[in-house]
Protein backbone atom coordinates (compact mmCIF):
# COMPACT_ATOMS: atom_id res chain seq x y z
CA UNK A 1 0.00 0.00 0.00
CA UNK A 2 2.50 2.24 0.78
CA UNK A 3 4.07 1.89 -2.72
CA UNK A 4 1.00 2.79 -4.42
CA UNK A 5 0.63 5.57 -2.16
CA UNK A 6 3.74 6.94 -3.50
CA UNK A 7 3.46 6.58 -7.03
CA UNK A 8 -0.53 7.35 -7.40
CA UNK A 9 -0.92 10.43 -4.63
CA UNK A 10 1.64 12.92 -6.24
CA UNK A 11 0.27 11.70 -10.05
CA UNK A 12 -2.91 12.78 -8.92
CA UNK A 13 -3.72 9.61 -10.36
CA UNK A 14 -5.76 8.20 -7.23
CA UNK A 15 -5.74 8.20 -2.67
CA UNK A 16 -4.87 4.88 -1.23
CA UNK A 17 -6.59 5.66 2.10
CA UNK A 18 -5.81 2.54 4.73
CA UNK A 19 -8.23 0.07 3.30
CA UNK A 20 -8.64 1.15 -0.53
CA UNK A 21 -7.50 2.63 -3.41
CA UNK A 22 -9.84 5.42 -4.35
CA UNK A 23 -9.22 6.30 -8.68
CA UNK A 24 -9.35 10.06 -9.38
CA UNK A 25 -11.06 11.76 -11.65
CA UNK A 26 -8.10 15.35 -12.55
CA UNK A 27 -6.72 13.39 -15.28
CA UNK A 28 -9.85 11.87 -16.83
CA UNK A 29 -11.33 15.58 -16.86
CA UNK A 30 -8.51 16.81 -18.28
CA UNK A 31 -8.26 14.52 -21.36
CA UNK A 32 -11.88 14.65 -21.77
CA UNK A 33 -12.45 17.93 -22.14
CA UNK A 34 -9.10 18.01 -24.38
CA UNK A 35 -10.78 15.09 -26.59
CA UNK A 36 -13.25 16.88 -26.65
CA UNK A 37 -12.16 19.28 -29.25
CA UNK A 38 -10.11 16.61 -31.36
CA UNK A 39 -11.93 14.71 -34.65
CA UNK A 40 -9.88 11.70 -33.43
CA UNK A 41 -7.83 10.47 -30.60
CA UNK A 42 -4.56 8.50 -30.60
CA UNK A 43 -2.73 7.28 -27.88
CA UNK A 44 0.38 9.39 -28.75
CA UNK A 45 -2.43 12.82 -28.72
CA UNK A 46 -3.16 11.96 -25.28
CA UNK A 47 0.31 11.56 -23.91
CA UNK A 48 1.21 14.73 -25.88
CA UNK A 49 -1.49 16.15 -24.08
CA UNK A 50 -0.69 14.57 -20.51
CA UNK A 51 3.15 15.54 -20.98
CA UNK A 52 2.22 19.57 -21.35
CA UNK A 53 0.35 18.92 -17.64
CA UNK A 54 2.99 17.52 -16.02
CA UNK A 55 6.40 17.70 -18.34
CA UNK A 56 9.26 15.26 -17.99
CA UNK A 57 6.90 12.18 -17.24
CA UNK A 58 8.90 9.04 -17.97
CA UNK A 59 7.16 6.94 -20.33
CA UNK A 60 6.15 3.62 -18.56
CA UNK A 61 4.18 6.70 -15.96
CA UNK A 62 1.88 8.24 -18.87
CA UNK A 63 1.00 4.95 -20.28
CA UNK A 64 -0.13 4.25 -17.01
CA UNK A 65 -2.19 7.70 -17.05
CA UNK A 66 -3.38 6.98 -20.14
CA UNK A 67 -4.73 3.16 -18.91
CA UNK A 68 -6.49 4.56 -16.18
CA UNK A 69 -8.29 6.91 -18.21
CA UNK A 70 -9.26 4.46 -20.66
CA UNK A 71 -10.67 1.95 -17.78
CA UNK A 72 -12.70 5.13 -16.71
CA UNK A 73 -13.92 6.64 -19.58
CA UNK A 74 -14.94 2.95 -20.98
CA UNK A 75 -12.00 3.01 -24.35
CA UNK A 76 -9.51 0.81 -25.31
CA UNK A 77 -6.56 1.41 -27.45
CA UNK A 78 -7.34 -0.30 -31.16
CA UNK A 79 -5.89 -0.69 -34.98
CA UNK A 80 -7.38 -2.45 -36.76
CA UNK A 81 -8.01 -6.07 -34.65
CA UNK A 82 -5.34 -5.60 -31.79
CA UNK A 83 -5.56 -3.46 -29.27
CA UNK A 84 -2.17 -2.26 -27.50
CA UNK A 85 -0.97 1.03 -25.54
CA UNK A 86 0.68 2.22 -28.37
CA UNK A 87 0.96 6.14 -29.80
CA UNK A 88 -0.25 5.66 -33.00
CA UNK A 89 -3.22 3.45 -31.51
CA UNK A 90 -6.86 5.07 -31.75
CA UNK A 91 -8.99 5.27 -28.60
CA UNK A 92 -12.62 4.00 -29.34
CA UNK A 93 -15.14 4.17 -26.63
CA UNK A 94 -17.41 1.62 -25.47
CA UNK A 95 -14.16 -1.36 -26.08
CA UNK A 96 -14.07 -2.01 -22.73
CA UNK A 97 -17.79 -3.23 -21.90
CA UNK A 98 -17.77 -6.75 -21.31
CA UNK A 99 -14.43 -7.08 -22.49
CA UNK A 100 -13.03 -8.23 -18.75
Not at 16 to 40: D, N, P
Not at 59 to 71: S, T
Request: hydrophobic share 40%; proline share 3%.
Amino acid sequence: MATLKKIANPLKLGVMHEQAFVLGQEWRGLLTRKSESATEVKVGTLRGWIGDQQPGLPDEVQRLIVACYAIQADKAAVSGHRSSMMSSRHLRSGSLRGGW
